[in-house]
């Protein structure tokens, strides 16, 4: 039996106090034990006038942040966990309540202690923070990118492939992150799923934060909360940029011939009206038919050759044949071939030739398809711009500071690029014309000039226009 003193003895809930599934025990002002409860007596071997910390903890002093203590100064109750120690030298986690007991001038006479066995909890804690911590890991270490997304397209968490390549926690609207844009894109799959509760998977090409360009396969899922909600969307980017490069080549050209059909057809058109204007001149001896013709006939071969030059580019990486070139000369056949080009499309086509420039080693063919093509790039800009009046495009050719690079600059007032199409220009079958265009041309002209070991930097602004800047050595 346990013993009574008259806090306890006299209560009618005494038998109540006896039988709680918890340690309880009531102190002094000197941290002695004045009452306990059945299971403290099973588990301490607990006496009256015992010291707490000693029951409690095997201790000699009293513990520091003493709840009983804080109890008696403030008059107020206290709670927190701790751990004790049984007879068995068992620790057991426990969570604490304490509660004042005034006297009947109301002051605090003694303090109750309720010692709750939270065992279980805290197996059931490790277990949580065991799994918690392996998903985290799983999150993290998934090969592939992974955001999870708010209503507002913004980024609430992201797993190291991501933050890598991206240097981005979170924070950020994903369309900003993702493709440097400054409002949401037009097809967006998360947007999709917010609205329909479905998974959705589309294809991208995204920038990362080093400038590269990726190909990603997008699949999206919802996060709902407990009334169904969704509340999030995470989305799971898959890198399939090497997939895309080891693609069957043939394929790939089988794809682009059938894309650019529509400008054989059209260039077989002109000849055949170039060589009927040369006919029924040579038959009625008409000088200027024949020169029409001629020239027709002549500009339609260039733009034929230049196709060609194009896929063969690109289906074979061939060795550049190098040979020594005169500036002057070489860039008199770009501006001789171009000027026709840029009087039909009614465009001025300025150029200035720094004098004096040294011949360089160039694999002529192919740099001349390479800069003809951004030019050509340039005309287009200046074509499908319909704002302004009159439209120019300025090819200069001067040496750089260290007279070893010849820079070719060209220049024009065209419909200019967001950032989005400049970071992809260069792609292989990037094309901002539509069907108007191959997507070949200024990525053969990116893949010529690197060969020769030079550069193309392209800055522009929409509604104004696009510079290229193409550097190459003299001597490779």
């Known amino acids: 039996m346990l013993e009574k003193n008259s806090l306890i003895a006299d209560n009618v809930y005494y ?18 034990i004045v009452e306990y409860n059945r299971l403290f007596k099973e588990q301490f071997g607990a006496t009256i006038g015992g010291y707490c910390y000693t029951v409690y903890k095997g ?22 966990e701790g751990t004790i120690k049984n007879l068995k030298g068992e620790e057991i986690p426990v969570y604490v309540f304490t509660s004042p007991i005034f006297n009947k001038d109301g002051e605090v006479e003694n303090v109750l202690k309720i010692s709750s066995d939270i065992s279980e909890v805290k197996k059931i804690q490790k277990k949580l923070y065991e799994t918690k ?7 993290d270490e998934v090969p592939c990118y992974i955001t999870i997304q708010d209503k507002d397209l913004k980024i609430t968490k992201t797993n190291r492939q991501f933050r890598e390549d991206f240097t981005s ?37 995204v920038t990362a934060t080093s400038g590269n360009h990726y190909n990603v396969l997008v699949n999206t899922a919802p996060l709902r909360n407990s ?10 980017s898959t890198n399939i940029t090497q997939i895309r490069q080891l693609q069957d080549q043939l394929t790939s050209l089988g794809l682009m011939v059938s894309s650019i059909s529509h400008g054989i057809k059209g260039i077989s058109s002109y000849l055949d009206g170039g060589i009927y204007l040369m006919s029924s001149g040579l038959e009625k001896n008409d000088k200027e038919r024949i020169e029409k013709g ?17 896929i063969l580019y690109y289906a074979k990486d061939r060795e550049l044949n190098y040979e020594t ?108 014309k539509g069907i108007g265009g191959t997507g070949l041309g200024l990525y053969i002209s990116n893949k010529i000039i690197t060969k020769h070991n030079g550069s ?11 510079g290229f800047k193409i550097t190459v050595p003299k001597c490779p």
């Not at 009334?227 to 799971?236: N, S, Y």
């Not at 001629?294 to 030059?309: A, F």
């Not at 193309?456 to 696009?466: A, D, L, M, N, P």
């Open 227 to 236: 009334d169904g909600e969704i509340t999030h969307v995470v989305e799971m």
């Open 59 to 80: 201790r000699m002093s009293k513990c520091d942040n003493c709840a009983v203590e804080q109890t008696f100064l403030t008059g107020k109750s206290q709670k927190g």
């Open 325 to 432: 070139v005169e500036i002057e000369t070489f860039v008199a056949d770009i501006i001789s071939t171009m000027g026709s080009k840029a009087n039909s499309y009614k465009l001025t086509f300025k150029h200035e030739l720094s004098t004096s420039l040294d011949d360089f080693k160039i694999d002529t063919t192919a740099m001349r398809s390479a800069i003809i093509n951004v030019l050509e790039n340039s005309f287009d800009a200046c074509r499908k711009d319909l704002k302004k009046p009159t439209h120019n495009v300025v090819f200069k050719i001067h040496e750089d500071s260290t007279k070893k690079n010849i820079i070719f600059d060209i220049t024009d007032n065209g419909i200019g690029m967001d950032q989005e199409t400049r970071e992809k220009i260069f792609s292989l079958f990037f094309s901002s």
């Open 169 to 205: 926690g979170g924070g950020d609207y994903c369309y900003k992150v993702y493709k440097h844009r400054d409002e949401p894109c037009l097809e967006c799959p998360v947007a999709q799923t917010f609205k329909d509760g479905k998974s959705h998977q589309s294809e991208e090409v």
């Open 294 to 310: 001629w020239d027709i006939v002549n500009r339609n071969v260039s733009q034929v050759r230049n196709m060609i030059s194009d």
């Open 133 to 139: 911590t392996q998903l985290s890991h799983f999150f």
């Open 15 to 32: 038998h109540y106090f006896r039988e709680m599934p918890c340690f309880i025990s009531v102190q002094d002002k000197n941290m002695r």
């Open 456 to 466: 193309i930097e392209v800055t522009s602004t929409i509604g104004k226009g696009t």
